[in-house]
C-alpha cells in the first residue's frame, strides 16, 4: 500500500497591529508641536495617518488599531473615521510601550494568528509592499524588523511571542533597535530585515522629509 499523503501544511495566517493616537490638538507628535506648533503638527499627524492607513489597506491582511487613549465619544463597534473599516481597541492605561506591544501580541497569537506585525504611524515611507515583505519573512525567519534611521524600527513582526524583545528597553532612544537585536541573537532566532526608513517625530526630521520625500 503506498503511503499516504499529508495535506500540506496551513500558511499561518497574519495579523497586523497598528499602534497609534486619536488625532487631538495638542496631544500629537509633541516634539515635533515644540518646533513648529501644535495646530501644525497636528496637520503632520493627519498626513502621516492618511498615508499609513492607505499602505494598510493597500497591503490586504487582517488588521487591528490599538489607540493609545480612548476616544472621546467613541463607539467601540464603529472604526474611527481615520481607519476605515478596521476594528479598534485600546492600549493598557499602565505599562511601557513594550509591555503594551506585547499585550497586543499575545491577544493577536491567542485569537489564532500564525504571523504578526506591529507598526507606528510615524514613517511615511511605510508601503504596502513592505508589509507584505515582513510578512512574507515569518514564513522562514522567527523575527522581521524594519529599522529607522534614528535607532528605533518602525515595524516588528514575528510568529510566535518573544516577550524578552518588549522587557529592558529605553524606549524613544537610539538604543531600541541594537538592543533588540542583541535579544533576537542571543535567543537564537533568525532575524529578516526590511530596509531602513526615516521616522517623522521632531522639526528636523520633518525638513529632511520634506526635503526628500523620497528618502520616507
Known amino acids: 500500500m503506498k503511503n499516504a499523503r499529508m495535506p500540506p501544511a496551513a500558511t499561518p495566517a497574519p495579523h497586523l497591529l497598528v499602534f497609534a493616537r486619536e488625532p487631538v490638538l495638542g496631544r500629537v507628535k509633541t516634539r515635533l508641536a515644540a518646533g513648529i506648533g501644535a495646530a501644525?503638527?497636528?496637520?503632520?499627524?493627519?498626513?502621516?495617518?492618511?498615508?499609513?492607513?492607505?499602505?494598510?489597506?493597500?497591503?490586504?491582511?487582517?488588521?487591528?488599531?490599538?489607540?493609545?487613549?480612548?476616544?472621546?465619544?467613541?463607539?467601540?463597534?464603529?472604526?474611527?473615521?481615520?481607519?476605515?473599516?478596521?476594528?479598534?481597541?485600546?492600549?493598557?492605561?499602565?505599562?511601557s510601550l513594550g509591555a503594551r506591544m506585547a499585550q497586543a501580541f499575545e491577544e493577536a497569537f491567542a485569537a489564532g494568528a500564525g504571523r504578526v506585525v506591529v507598526?507606528?504611524?510615524?514613517?511615511?515611507?511605510?508601503?504596502?509592499?513592505?508589509?507584505?515583505?515582513?510578512?512574507?519573512?515569518?514564513?522562514?525567519?522567527?523575527?522581521?524588523v524594519g529599522p529607522a534611521d534614528d535607532g528605533g524600527y518602525y515595524?516588528?513582526?514575528?510568529?510566535?511571542?518573544?516577550?524578552?524583545?518588549?522587557?529592558?528597553?529605553a524606549w524613544s532612544t537610539a538604543t531600541v533597535l541594537p538592543d533588540t537585536?542583541?535579544?533576537?541573537?542571543?535567543?537564537?532566532?533568525?532575524?529578516?530585515?526590511?530596509?531602513?526608513?526615516?521616522?517623522?517625530?521632531?522639526?528636523q526630521d520633518l525638513a529632511t522629509w520634506r526635503g526628500n520625500p523620497a528618502r520616507g
Open 119 to 144: 507598526i507606528g504611524t510615524d514613517c511615511p515611507g511605510l508601503s504596502a509592499d513592505l508589509l507584505r515583505q515582513a510578512f512574507d519573512q515569518l514564513l522562514s525567519h522567527e523575527l522581521v
Open 181 to 203: 537585536l542583541a535579544d533576537a541573537a542571543r535567543l537564537g532566532l533568525r532575524v529578516a530585515r526590511l530596509p531602513t526608513l526615516h521616522d517623522v517625530d521632531s522639526a
Open 155 to 169: 515595524l516588528l513582526g514575528m510568529n510566535e511571542l518573544e516577550a524578552e524583545l518588549f522587557a529592558n528597553k
Open 40 to 95: 501644525a503638527a497636528l496637520a503632520v499627524y493627519r498626513e502621516l495617518l492618511a498615508l499609513t492607513a492607505a499602505a494598510v489597506a493597500a497591503a490586504q491582511v487582517p488588521a487591528t488599531v490599538w489607540l493609545a487613549e480612548a476616544p472621546a465619544g467613541g463607539d467601540p463597534a464603529l472604526p474611527r473615521p481615520e481607519w476605515p473599516g478596521l476594528p479598534w481597541r485600546v492600549q493598557p492605561a499602565a505599562g
